[in-house]
């Protein structure tokens, strides 16, 4: 068929080129014949001859030749009348409509936006010599997918006012699978240590029953990328020579199946024998050299110098030399197989900020804004003072993402402006809502709530909440910063009643209502305490099947109390996001003790750490503890059993029924205990075939603990232990947590629950 079309089209030039026979001539005039969509000027601006111009045979021929290669007209013939030059011109139709059948695996915009990168479109003009350029340019995007098999063929229909239709049948075929993929010339590693490196398989993935995430289709870009993965896989053990020196991908007759060969050179392994810092360092060599992870007698690692040389940039770049050059050069001594690593460190000239400008706050005042900043105007730059300001932002929950430009100074070499451009988060003012847990039922839940007043970063509310463990109301006020250190202040008025025998513990009811005042105080960039006063007063009341010891209880110290208690927290956080952290470390401890003057005298001591560690391809390890002690002193002769603690469900021991770990009633219903002891250690997950999703986390854990009453020893025998998987999801209506989880040590009186979940947010 091209040749076809190529015979067809030199045929038609030499039939125009013929069609002129004269003897020379001098034009007087050119007229053009035959145009409809092409203007004049189009026409002239490639046609090569002139009024006044002397034309022979050699230049008419030229000039025909000059518009055919326009690839615009069909037919282009010269034609005499007296000195008057005229060009007979026959356009090529417009392209109308693009249309395809057959496609399955793509969608119909893919193909027509593929083709536009050879020109190929509707309203350009109709070329017929490119439509085998176009069916190739198709079938790469059905290559890309590993169909191979596929067969295009074109229909051309001609339409009214010189306009074609093009259509496209498209036989998709099977995907082209890959049978087999064998390494040549590979001693250090097996070859399936080389497939654990590549996306592309065989099959008999965890996924590959799936049709569109199976990985034994053959596809060349991801053949590259796994070549890629390979040679950066050598690279960090050692192999600094690797090659790959050939890939041969056979595809057999019927396009159905593929061979895959690599040929590799590893080299020799060479190990790190000095490493040197030369240049302007800036900082102190010893400083700098705690950012290098690569050390002495280690095995040559391209990822560890990558890191190293970002760990050096943040300490260069903290001291005001914004991206500086840092080049790692290497030394081989090819006997001895080792390398000298030289830091070479070019710090630049130290930048200044003018400027911290914010855009997108339409709502939040710029004072709000500025006050989180750690970057100051007229300072130096220092890039851990501007990601630690993002952090701060964040924290603020007003905003659902902050993106930062750092921005030249035109006409300066040594002055940026920084740009915190924010998407406000709807806050609303007036919510109604719900939630549900398989222990609190469903909650109804109505706000007037505004967590950034009027713009201020003040939050004030009142609040409703009914589930049928508790009903709640509660006017709260919080001012984050009462003055320019950061001292916030706030307070809440509440009411509530809470039915203990719905949340899984003995039946007793409680009705309370009073007022917290406390103040936070910043002592540090990560570190703060809390001070506080809690007023409440508490009503308890019995049912038909409530236990001895809550009536014992009660006979004691009656059913009546008012308590005033002074609370104290310190915090030392420095995670680097508020919701879904993945690096740093969080310490929080927290006391209050109840006034002498109380009706009842106790104390509550609790202390939680958490720590994360991001370890390889975006996974997470995360360390997690909970420690909580409460006793009676003076009058008081224990904890009051309403304060006590509880273990089991989402939020503590996953794969328990809430809330019903430790000691039991005599009724035998969960009672709580006056020590608490609860550990979790988790595997953040990548999210499977997905990115940069920052609204859902997934976790694997392992989670342990147990409560135990004042007459009971700490036993660590006693733990209870889960494993699982976790999700949450922080979604429109609210936050969602759901765990699948396997007890692996119940006994006989244990509550267990494999699948546990929470909608919405609900008040304890």
Not at 223 to 247: C, H, K, M, P, W
Not at 558 to 570: I, P, Q, V
Request: proline fraction near 3%; charge should be negative.
């Amino acid at each position: 068929m091209p040749y076809i079309r190529l015979l067809a089209g030199l045929l038609l030039s030499l039939l125009s080129m013929a069609s002129l026979a004269f003897e020379p001539f001098n034009i007087e005039d050119i007229r053009l014949e035959g145009l409809r969509r092409i203007s004049t000027g189009t026409v002239f601006n490639y046609f090569p001859l002139k009024v006044n111009e002397n034309i022979t045979q050699e230049k008419a021929s030229q000039a025909i030749s000059a518009l055919f290669k326009t690839g615009l007209f069909k037919d282009v013939r010269l034609a005499r009348e007296g000195n008057v030059l005229v060009a007979k011109l026959e356009e090529r139709p417009a392209i109308f409509r693009i249309t395809f059948s057959g496609n399955e695996e793509l969608e119909e915009e893919q193909l027509l936006e593929a083709l536009k990168g050879v020109e190929f479109a509707q309203g350009r003009v109709f070329n017929p010599a490119l439509l085998d350029q176009v069916e190739l340019q198709i079938k790469r995007q059905y290559f890309n997918l590993g169909k191979y098999a596929v067969n295009i063929e074109s229909t051309i229909t001609p339409l009214s006012r010189n306009r074609v239709g093009i259509h496209f049948s498209v036989t998709e075929g099977e995907d082209t699978e890959i049978s087999r993929i064998t390494f040549v010339g590979n001693q250090a590693f097996s070859d399936d240590d080389l497939l654990d490196e590549m996306e592309l398989s065989t099959g008999g993935g965890w996924f590959s029953w799936v049709p569109f995430l199976s990985d034994n289709k053959y596809s060349k870009q991801q053949l590259a990328a796994d070549l890629e993965n390979i040679r950066s896989f050598y690279l960090d053990q050692g192999y600094v020579n690797f090659s790959v020196d050939s890939t041969q991908v056979s595809i057999t007759p019927d396009k159905k199946r593929v061979y895959i060969t690599i040929n590799i050179n590893e080299g020799d392994k060479y190990t790190i024998s000095d490493i040197k810092l030369t240049g302007n360092l800036i900082v102190e060599e010893q400083a700098l050299r705690k950012e290098i992870l690569i050390k002495l007698g280690d095995t040559f690692s391209r990822k560890k110098i990558t890191k190293s040389i970002d760990g050096l940039t943040q300490a260069i770049g903290n001291e005001g030399y914004f991206r500086p050059n840092i080049n790692p050069l290497h030394e081989f001594d090819e006997a001895k197989k080792t390398v000298t690593l030289n830091f070479a460190i070019d710090p630049g000239k130290r930048v200044y900020v003018r400027r911290i400008n914010f855009l997108g706050n339409t709502k939040t005042r710029d004072e709000v804004l500025r006050r989180e900043m750690r970057q100051m105007e007229g300072g130096w730059i220092s890039t851990g003072a501007i990601e630690r300001s993002k952090v701060r932002l964040e924290r603020l929950s007003y905003f659902d993402s902050i993106d930062i430009e750092t921005k030249p100074i035109a006409g300066t070499q040594d002055l940026v402006d920084i740009n915190y451009t924010v998407e406000e988060r709807a806050l609303g003012s007036v919510m109604a809502g719900f939630g549900y847990s398989q222990t609190y039922g469903f909650a109804f839940n109505a706000s007037i709530v505004q967590d950034n007043f009027l713009g201020t970063g003040k939050r004030i509310g009142f609040a409703f909440n009914n589930s049928k463990v508790n009903r709640i109301y509660k006017i709260s006020y919080l001012n984050p910063y009462t003055n320019v250190d950061g001292v916030s202040r706030g307070f809440d008025l509440f009411y509530r009643t809470t039915d203990a025998q719905e949340a899984n513990l003995s039946r007793y009811v409680t009705d309370s209502f009073g007022g917290v005042l406390n103040y936070g105080i910043p002592i540090s960039e990560f570190n703060s305490i809390k001070l506080g006063m809690e007023v409440d007063h508490t009503k308890l009341k019995t049912t038909d099947y409530t236990a001895e010891q809550v009536f014992n209880f009660m006979d004691k110290y009656g059913d009546d109390y008012n308590s005033f208690r002074l609370t104290a927290g310190w915090a030392s956080d420095t995670r680097n996001s508020i919701f879904f952290p993945n690096s740093g470390m969080l310490n929080y401890m927290r006391a209050e003790v109840a006034l002498p003057f109380s009706d009842l005298d106790y104390y509550k001591v609790s202390y939680i750490h958490q720590s994360l560690y991001p370890i390889v391809s975006n996974y997470v390890f995360s360390l997690r503890g909970e420690v909580g002690y409460g006793e009676g002193y003076g009058d008081t002769d224990s904890l009051p059993f309403f304060e006590n603690y509880t273990a089991g469900g989402p939020r503590s021991v996953r794969g328990f029924r809430e809330n019903t770990l430790g000691p039991l009633d005599s009724y035998r219903r969960p009672f709580g205990g006056n020590l608490k002891v609860v550990g979790n250690a988790e595997v953040i997950l990548p999210l499977p075939f997905t990115k940069d999703i920052k609204s859902f986390r997934l976790s694997a854990f392992v989670d342990g603990g147990n409560v135990y009453g004042e007459d009971e020893d700490f036993d660590t025998s006693l733990f209870r232990y889960s494993t699982g998987l976790a999700a949450i999801w922080i979604s429109p209506i609210g936050p969602m947590t759901f765990s699948i989880a396997k007890p692996l040590n119940e006994k006989d009186d244990d509550e267990t629950q494999v699948f546990q979940f929470t909608i919405g947010t609900i008040f304890y």
